[in-house]
């Protein structure tokens, strides 16, 4: 079990390094329009630059934006171009007819790719197939219509386990605490997280209040048999 960090913003980012729990990173064209605007290429460069930094290469998950399957594989190779040194690059490719061209087209140059916006069992067999290093479904987007997201995971889990299949389950389009424990005991591999939540995800009421009791008994403790030495002190002096 993995957690991405589902984010491009540099602080949270750092945060999250700083920490040691991160094993990716996972971003999408909505994300990045969340950060200052400029040339994208310098924003996921800085990206790069904090991984290196932080000695963790980690896979980076960069998603095309553009929805022609001939252009993707332009936009595709502009950015193994622009960001090929860095080992642990994954293209995130759209799932659909077209699309399945331009993942054959980079894993026959052994390009990782995480194959995104998977929202059935039968999306994720095609991605897996066509080789897609990664299959990503959308916790949040599939409920968002009805469907039963941890079911979808669990089915598309038991298959590629039961097949041997290589291809790695990231859960994304997660909304809530909760969703991060049910879609790994659905069977994710890696659940890609937005940053907000990971604070929360170690925090407890009963821990704050464990941890201030210790700290409040020993500190108790601590100024009483300071009391006690300087009574013994003075005593000898007298
Ligand atoms: C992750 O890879 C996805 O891009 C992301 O989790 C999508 O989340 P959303 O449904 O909140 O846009």
Known sequence: MKLFVDSANLHDIEEALKRGFASGITTNPSILSKEQRRDFRVHIGEIISLLRQYEAIIPLSVELF????????????????????????AIKVPIGWNELRVIRHLRSRDIKVNCTCCMSYNQ??????????YVSLFWGRIRDIGYDAAAIVRQVHQTFTERHCRSEIIVGSIRQMIDVPEAIQAGADIVTVPPKFFEQMCSHPKTDEAVAQFIRDFSDWNSASQATEAILAQASLS
């Open 124 to 133: 994720a067999m095609m991605a897996a197939n066509a080789g897609a290093n």
């Open 66 to 89: 553009t929805t022609d399957a001939d252009e993707m594989i332009r936009q595709a190779d502009d950015f193994v171009q622009t960001f090929g040194d860095y080992e642990q690059l």
